[in-house]
């Protein structure tokens, strides 16, 4: 399981960008392998608690296009993604379930985005404090307009120092967002690896 190793062993952007442009070709026979569900999880979760699902969505750390087919699958019709590695958006693109797909490094501010271009965003398995601050939450519903949801996940290494929590529970008690669900179940069953799944709605 060499992907998956490596994978919560990333410190930088740099790493982050040369490990996942590598792993692109294997990553989702590796994760099909150990049963990854966090998309499937995360997708029904924001159908139950998004407004118009026809809005224009984004999917911030989009891969190689597996969450992008979830939101499809469940009623999401217009999904733009993004993420930092090339050969991942190489293998989106292919699913042909994307409008527009770019390049987007979460450990930086997202200034290159109009705030309220997405109605509702996606972050699949991808946040990580080993590389990008616990902002990065502000960041992606800086850009929704008021009642726009956010699904993201954290997996049980990331909420380990306890700064991505501590961020949502900021959010929360300065009303910035509420927090319409929260749920703790399987991520990767085949190294035992659960996630978070969770949904802001920005005020």
Request: proline share 4%; hydrophobic share 40%.
């Amino acid at each position: 399981m060499k992907g998956l190793d490596g994978a919560y062993s990333l410190t930088t952007t740099e790493e982050a960008k040369s490990f996942y442009d590598g792993w692109a070709a294997g990553y989702e026979d590796e994760l099909a392998e150990n049963g990854y569900i966090t998309p499937q999880r995360c997708a029904e979760a924001l159908a139950q608690h998004a407004s118009m699902p026809w809005a224009p969505l984004s999917e911030f750390g989009c891969g190689t296009g597996l969450g992008g087919l979830a939101l499809k699958a469940a009623g999401f019709e217009s999904i733009d993604g993004y993420d930092i590695s090339e050969e991942m958006l190489a293998k989106a693109r292919a699913k042909d379930v994307y409008n527009v797909l770019g390049t987007v490094d979460l450990s930086q501010p997202l200034d290159g985005f109009e705030p309220g271009t997405y109605q509702n965003a996606a972050a699949i398995g991808v946040l990580s404090p080993a590389h990008m601050q616990a902002t990065v939450i502000d960041e992606i519903l800086n850009l929704l307009p008021e009642g726009g949801c956010f699904v993201f996940s954290l997996n049980d290494k990331s909420l380990a120092d306890g700064s991505m929590e501590s961020r949502i529970l900021a959010l929360t008690e300065y009303n910035v967002a509420d927090l319409l669900f929260k749920d703790h179940g399987a991520h990767l069953p085949g190294i035992d690896l659960q996630s978070t799944v969770y949904v802001l709605r920005k005020r």
